[in-house]
């Protein structure tokens, strides 16, 4: 089993920045790609950032290339998700996933085990 905690989740004024982290713990090699995941109030989840822990390699959605960031520090098993030029649109519950898989993946069937989310407001 993955434990996946995330944090950094607030108010944000619209053009601006904010952080969030997934912390990673249990049994964690079986995590070898992390995502971020968002779902606004009364749309599906849609996928926004992945990243694997060996390698780097990163995918991200088109609605937030180039203004997200996703990273890892793999000594504490932790992944964040940058965001910067906020746009109202970026509203959302935001969720830390992990998969087994060995590339990064956008498919949301393709991670095994969530994160409870955490929420970011963009305020106008």
């Known amino acids: 089993q993955v434990q996946l905690v995330e944090s950094g989740g607030g108010l944000a004024q619209a053009g601006g920045s904010l952080r969030v982290s997934c912390v990673a713990s249990g049994r964690t090699s079986s995590a070898r790609v992390m995502g971020w995941f968002r779902q606004h109030p009364g749309k599906e989840r849609e996928f926004v950032a992945a990243i694997d822990w060996d390698g780097g390699a990163t995918d991200y959605a088109e609605s937030v290339k180039d203004r997200f960031t996703i990273s890892r520090d793999n000594a504490k098993n932790t992944v964040y998700l940058q965001m910067e030029s906020l746009k109202s649109d970026d509203t959302s519950v935001y969720y830390c996933?992990?998969?087994?898989?060995?590339?990064?993946?956008?498919?949301?069937?393709?991670?095994?085990?969530w994160g409870q989310g955490t929420r970011v407001i963009v305020s106008s």
């Open positions: 996933a992990a998969s087994s898989l060995v590339v990064v993946t956008s498919s949301e069937g393709n991670y095994d085990y």
